[in-house]
């Protein structure tokens, strides 16, 4: 655990990029049981729904957070205690989309961390926030 050990408020997690395609998202929702047309009928949801094209799922994003923190806890004893996500924007198939974060509180026992999902123009389109058990 010296990793956490020695984190410090504005240390960064390291940064993931993720690409969806039209297989992962269908996947996703399939498994989530989420049949919103939006995420896998591409006519339907530039036509009806009016995106220019189909539309990631928020928990999808959701996930990619708690996968930053994860990774940066990983192999230390420390846990995932408790994680909140907003989506603010949509994202589309075929966008890169960044997820990261960065530490905001330190105690002796929790880390608090402040997330983020952000498109191609930098912009923080799933604000959120974590609080990790050391």
């Not at 996947?27 to 989530?32: D, H, Q």
């Not at 995420?39 to 708690?66: Q, S, T």
């Not at 880390?111 to 058990?133: M, S």
């Amino acid at each position: 655990m010296t990793g956490l050990a020695a984190a410090r408020v504005g240390d960064l997690l390291p940064d993931r990029s993720h690409t969806c395609d039209e297989i992962q998202l269908f996947m996703y929702n399939a498994v989530l049981w989420n049949a919103h047309r939006i995420h896998f009928d591409l006519p339907y949801a530039r036509d009806v729904e009016g995106y220019p094209g189909l539309v990631i799922a928020g928990p999808l994003m959701g996930d990619w957070l708690a996968q930053v923190v994860d990774l940066w806890i990983e192999d230390t004893g420390a846990s995932l205690e408790r994680i909140e996500y907003a989506n603010r924007q949509a994202a589309y198939v075929g966008e890169t989309l960044t997820a990261g974060g960065a530490v905001t509180e330190v105690s002796d026992t929790h880390i608090h961390v402040d997330l983020y999902v952000k498109n191609g123009r930098d912009e923080v389109i799933t604000p959120g926030k974590a609080v990790i058990k050391k």
